[in-house]
């Protein structure tokens, strides 16, 4: 799908007092080369990126996004990003995004050229793919070792696991795997038995009335579709919770989701073969409400 709008941004230090950032951003032709062939993000991945729905031309959760960029750029050690300003960026954004309909909105911040004085920074929109199979049929799961244990992330912080890195070769390998296993998306789980997170996604389990998830305690990201249902939930006298969840947890679960920002709460089908309860009314109604504009 072809991009339909592109927006250089030319990132302002952290305490730029400017109250209208429209000059720090210059739109671009979004089908046209536009980087340095020396970028950082293109050779090695290392820059940081948010992507952000869009539902009627309402950017959803714009200040968990921005949050969540500032603590990825806290994490990869780039510079503070001027929230005020990324924010400006998204509004522009927003309004080249699909009026009717959804939208991505895709912000990126990388280490810039290398030896060179900046940061580089852009902002695309895109038409969001069709998602409506995988909210109402629901997807099949399988459980793939993430390859490191439950304490890796305090101990080898370099591994920035918190962080939503450019570098997401490993996640869309694991994809890949799922697919060939016959399933559509897959739960990474650590190699001392702890459950993670979906490759671009976060994991809710109802368990005993309950909706749990795995604590975001540095290695897998904090999702904001996540933190917006359970707040949603909360609201409604739901009990929640963030745990460090064994593998046979899920075991346990009468029904599992996986959120995220542009395809919502897809329902879980199955894990690894067995299958898993569909809760189709209540799933019905999460997106509902994450369709709702959110902010
Ligand atoms: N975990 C990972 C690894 C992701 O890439 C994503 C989103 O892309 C999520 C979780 C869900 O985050 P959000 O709900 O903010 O989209």
């Given at each position: 799908?072809?991009?339909?709008?592109?927006?250089?941004?030319?990132?302002?230090?952290?305490?730029?007092?400017?109250?209208?950032?429209?000059?720090?951003?210059?739109?671009?032709?979004?089908?046209?080369?536009?980087?340095?062939?020396?970028?950082?993000?293109?050779?090695?991945?290392?820059?940081?990126?948010?992507?952000?729905?869009?539902?009627?031309?309402?950017?959803?959760?714009?200040?968990?996004?921005l949050e969540r960029l500032a603590h990825s750029a806290e994490i990869c050690d780039l510079p503070v990003p001027h929230l005020e300003q990324w924010r400006q960026a998204v509004e522009i954004a927003a309004q080249h995004a699909p009026s009717q309909g959804e939208g991505v909105i895709k912000l990126i911040l990388s280490r810039g050229v290398e030896h060179?004085?900046?940061?580089?920074?852009?902002?695309?929109?895109?038409?969001?793919?069709?998602?409506?199979?995988?909210?109402?049929?629901?997807?099949?799961?399988?459980?793939?070792?993430?390859?490191?244990?439950?304490?890796?992330?305090?101990?080898?912080?370099?591994?920035?696991?918190?962080?939503?890195?450019?570098?997401?070769?490993?996640?869309?390998?694991?994809?890949?795997?799922?697919?060939?296993?016959?399933?559509?998306?897959?739960?990474?789980?650590?190699?001392?038995?702890?459950?993670?997170?979906?490759?671009?996604?976060?994991?809710?389990?109802?368990i005993d009335g309950r909706f749990v998830t795995p604590a975001p305690n540095g290695g897998i990201l904090h999702g904001t579709t996540q933190l917006s249902l359970f707040a949603h939930l909360e609201e409604q006298g739901l009990a929640t919770g963030y745990?460090?969840?064994?593998?046979?947890?899920?075991?346990k679960a009468d029904a599992a989701w996986l959120l995220s920002s542009v395809r919502l709460a897809a329902p879980v089908t199955a894990i690894d073969g067995v299958e898993v309860p569909v809760d189709a009314e209540l799933t019905a109604s999460f997106n509902r409400y994450l369709l709702s504009p959110r902010d």
């Open positions: 799908m072809a991009l339909r709008f592109a927006l250089v941004i030319e990132p302002a230090a952290s305490d730029d007092p400017r109250p209208d950032f429209g000059g720090s951003f210059r739109v671009i032709d979004p089908s046209a080369p536009a980087l340095s062939v020396g970028e950082l993000s293109t050779q090695r991945g290392d820059g940081i990126f948010e992507s952000i729905g869009v539902v009627d031309g309402h950017a959803q959760e714009t200040q968990a996004h060179g004085p900046a940061p580089t920074a852009w902002v695309t929109v895109n038409a969001a793919p069709d998602n409506t199979a995988a909210r109402e049929r629901g997807i099949r799961v399988v459980t793939l070792d993430r390859g490191y244990g439950i304490d890796t992330p305090a101990s080898a912080p370099w591994l920035l696991l918190g962080a939503k890195t450019l570098s997401y070769a490993v996640n869309m390998a694991a994809l890949r795997e799922a697919k060939r296993r016959g399933a559509d998306d897959a739960i990474f789980v650590t190699s001392d038995g702890f459950v993670l997170e979906a490759p671009t996604a976060s994991l809710i389990l109802r745990e460090t969840l064994p593998i046979g947890a899920m075991g």
